[in-house]
């Protein structure tokens, strides 16, 4: 019962760890970039580079706890590094693994595509390093986002068309928005609210990529009311913890992102699953935080 108790809490910590709550929003991101690249979906490569960047976002996540674990200790003392729940090298040591297999399986999927995962290990481990006290820091993050819409059109395509790369500087506006808003979540508040404009990219983007109007317009206002419901939590911060809240919500809002991408392609099966992953992204957050 006492060896039960210890591996249930151990995997616990190591979900906990890897924010895997939020890996749909990962999933979805592979989704978009594919179709937008012009290439099919359902096929063994794009499930290659579902797993690759699935391993490069938990890897990215442990090191991440690993490099600010004397920050945790002092601010967050419930994560599983400063709490005990498992030893920092082997954090670290897991995370450097799974960065490793994301780069070994992006490697048989062409030079395009090995050279966009190796930039994106280098851009993570940049950001889990620099990232505190650095006004860079949600840029990066952006950009790592950006890179995971790279490396899926390279894969699928072996390059990256310029529909491809507007959507991805709009995720990457959209994604340094939340960070900025999350890098203050311990304080539960927000210091200058204008950052959190980047938001509104990836809308101006979506509709003016769409080449199916009606449909980019539908998605477009679902993503615009699903953060605009978020960025009022973020201002008005009814109850404790509504920073928190508002961020979580903004990261199950990159799927919706994706859908609003998706939908102007006339992809209807693809934004619906986009919209499906942002709704496992909150329906996952309530067992593993995503933040």
């Known amino acids: 019962m006492a060896v039960a108790a210890v591996n249930a809490r151990s995997l616990t910590a190591l979900a906990r760890l890897g924010r895997v709550s939020n890996l749909p929003t990962v999933w979805t991101n592979v989704l978009a970039a594919t179709v937008l690249a012009g290439s099919e979906w359902q ?28 920050i945790d200790a002092r601010e967050r003392p419930t994560r599983p590094i400063p709490a005990g729940d498992v030893l920092a090298g082997t954090v670290a040591a897991i995370g ?37 006290g650095n006004p860079a820091g949600p840029v990066v993050m952006g950009m790592c986002r950006a890179l995971v819409y790279a490396g899926a059109a390279a894969a699928a395509v072996g390059g990256t068309p310029w529909v491809v790369v507007a959507a991805a500087l709009a995720m990457l506006a959209y994604v340094a928005g939340i960070t900025y808003a ?27 990529i769409a080449e199916h109007g009606a449909l980019a317009i539908a998605a477009v206002a679902l993503l615009a009311a699903w953060t605009a419901a978020a960025v009022h939590l973020l201002i008005r911060r ?29 992809a209807v099966t693809a934004a619906g699953l986009a919209v499906l992953g942002g709704a496992a992204t909150l329906l996952a957050q309530r067992y593993v935080a995503g933040t």
């Open 43 to 70: 096929n063994l490569r794009t499930a290659t580079v579902l797993l690759a960047m699935s391993l490069f976002y938990v890897g990215g996540m442990y090191l991440n706890d690993y490099f600010d674990r004397a």
């Open 96 to 132: 450097g693994a799974l960065l490793a297999g994301g780069i070994a399986l992006m490697a048989p999927l062409g030079g395009a595509a090995l050279t966009a995962g190796l930039v994106l290990a280098l851009a993570i481990v940049g950001y889990d390093v620099w990232h505190k």
């Open 182 to 208: 999350a890098q203050q979540e311990s304080y539960d508040r927000v210091g200058n609210l204008w950052p959190l404009a980047a938001l509104a990219a990836p809308a101006v983007v979506a509709l003016a």
């Open 238 to 266: 009814p109850r404790a913890g509504a920073v928190s809240r508002a961020v979580s919500w903004l990261i199950a809002g990159i799927s919706l992102v994706d859908a609003a991408f998706l939908a102007g392609t006339g």
